[in-house]
């Protein structure tokens, strides 16, 4: 009978009953015809369900983009008439305008679903952030949720409130809990991160490896753009202005991540509650395209104006 290790599961950190549910569901022949992985952003949702497909198709590799019975499916923008996963806008250099996924998606899917399979007894198929999915692409759906005939299908989201009913109500759901500080450090140790280095971000992480790694990857740019050691809390009206200027030049991403990082900052040292809300519309002004350096310079500027009230 199918163990952990035999269905893969031995090398995904924490999820310690996920990993015994389905490995059980695998070994009494009881898979489900739908499955909801819900959780946070980073957690581990989408490596367990490429797992647990790796398993069901008993493949020998993890890597299954080439197994002619498996089907990823995720959010593309249009980009001059093409549809464009987020990997495939980043090596094109261009935003990743307003990612859903489209029926043109969803047909391409019940296509696939409606073949026989070719190497393993069943297909599979993960929809990766599923709720991205509109309405009119989640009617297609739902018949092939309801009778996906010889293939599992794995929803993955981590925004289950605007998943729609009609889908939730077709799945098995299992949640996906955030890692303890412990395991978020095996899950960063075996990429080969040093964590020592970025320990700041552990706590900005909040159990979750992927928010982590991101974090890091955004301090990294940071730090190469930044003339010098860049502070959070810039202290003259000079201070800002640098700060502002340096900040507009990074990439949009790094930007909004960056008054994420902000408003945390703000959050856990308890100082200028009106800070929070600045910070909070200066991110709304960025994605609405405000030119970079005017947000910049008004927010930094309106720290030292709370500092000078304080």
Request: proline share 5%.
């Amino acid at each position: 009978m199918p163990t952990i290790k035999d269905t893969k599961f031995e090398t995904l950190i924490g999820h310690d009953k996920i990993k015994t549910s389905l490995t059980k569901v695998i070994e009494q022949e009881l898979v489900a015809p739908a499955y909801l992985f819900v959780g946070r952003d980073g957690v581990g949702k989408t490596l367990t369900a490429q797992l647990f497909a790796q398993s069901l198709l008993r493949a020998t590799s993890s890597n299954l983009i080439n197994h002619p019975d498996y089907l990823e499916v995720e959010p593309t923008t249009l980009h001059e008439g093409q549809m464009l996963t987020e990997k495939e806008v980043q090596d094109k250099g261009v935003e990743f305008k307003n990612p859903v996924i489209r029926v043109e998606q969803v047909r391409n899917l019940m296509s696939f679903i409606g073949k026989a399979p070719i190497k393993s007894e069943r297909k599979v198929v993960i929809i990766k952030d599923v709720d991205r999915m509109p309405t009119i692409s989640a009617n297609a759906f739902l018949k092939t949720l309801e009778e996906p005939e010889r293939s599992t299908i794995i929803l993955v989201s981590s925004n289950e409130e605007v998943i729609l009913p009609t889908i939730k109500s077709r799945c098995s759901v299992l949640p996906f809990k955030p890692l303890s500080l412990k395991q978020v450090e095996l899950v960063l140790n075996s990429t080969n991160t040093d964590i020592y280095e970025y320990k700041e971000v552990l706590d900005f992480a909040d159990g979750s490896p992927g928010a982590a790694l991101k974090a890091i990857n955004h301090l990294k740019i940071i730090n190469n753009a930044f003339e010098t050691n860049y502070s959070y809390f810039p202290k003259t009206v000079w201070e800002c202005l640098h700060f502002a200027e340096q900040a507009s030049n990074l990439p949009k991403l790094t930007q909004l991540w960056l008054l994420k990082y902000l408003s945390y900052q703000f959050y856990k040292s308890k100082k200028f509650t009106s800070a929070l809300q600045n910070i909070d519309k200066a991110y709304r002004h960025l994605q609405l395209n405000v030119k970079p350096l005017l947000v910049w310079n008004v927010l930094l500027l309106s720290f030292i104006q709370n500092e000078n009230k304080a």
